[in-house]
Structure formats: C-alpha cells, structure tokens
C-alpha cells in the first residue's frame, strides 16, 4: 500500500514556474513507476510526464514536452514535476500516481495502469 501527497501547487503568471512534490509513504517507493497527470474543470484528466523505476526513463505529453520535466529522489519518497514557461492551458488539478512493477526501466502513460492516486493539487496560471 502507497500513500500519495501532493504540494506545491498555487497561482503564478504566465511564463512562471512552480515545481510539485508527491510525497509517498511506506518503504518501497523505488518499486513503483510513478506519473504526473492533470484534470482541468470540464475535461477528461490527460497524461503530462511519466518517470520509470530508473530515473533516467522519462515520457512526456507532447504539449508540455520541453517545458516540465520529472524526476525523483528515492532516498526522500519522493516524485518532483517541475514546470516551467507555464501556460493558461496548464492550469487544473494535478495528481500523482504510482505503479507496482518489477522492471525497472517501465513506464506509462496509461491511466488504468496506475495503482494508487493522490489527492491532487491546484495549479492556476493568470494570463
């Protein structure tokens, strides 16, 4: 059992920052694939950055590919999403997930794949 919790959510500008953490408990953090996606008000929630067992296999949305990057710090339980040249359109919910696997290079962007889920956290971009 893994639990999730996000942070680092809030309002910046266009063209801002922030960087997201998702703190997980328990003692096998390093045995999950973890993901980042985001649910704008009215939409389906999409997939934005995916980061493997390694920390050197990442997968990104093409619309934030370039802009965000992933990663993770193991010894703290931890998965980071830093966002950058933010966008209007980046704005929603953002949450954290984490997938069991015993390959250490898997990853994925699929939604169901996932095993547990955080309870999410605001970002608002201002134009």
């Known amino acids: 059992q893994v639990q999730l919790v996000e942070s680092g959510g809030g309002l910046v500008q266009a063209g801002g920052s922030l960087r997201l953490s998702c703190a997980a408990s328990g003692r096998t953090f390093s045995s999950y694939a973890m993901g980042w996606f985001r649910q704008a008000p009215g939409k389906e929630r999409e997939f934005v950055a995916a980061?493997?067992?390694?920390?050197?296999?990442?997968l990104f949305a093409d619309s934030v590919k370039g802009r965000f990057t992933i990663s993770r710090d193991n010894a703290k339980n931890t998965v980071y999403l830093q966002m950058n040249s933010l966008k209007p359109e980046d704005a929603a919910v953002y949450y954290c997930?984490?997938?069991?696997?015993?390959?250490?290079?898997?990853?994925?962007?699929?939604?169901?794949?996932?095993?547990?889920w955080g309870q999410g956290t605001q970002v608002t971009v201002s134009s």
């Open positions: 997930a984490a997938k069991y696997t015993s390959s250490y290079y898997y990853l994925t962007r699929i939604e169901d794949d996932y095993n547990y």
């Open positions: 980061i493997s067992r390694s920390p050197d296999n990442t």
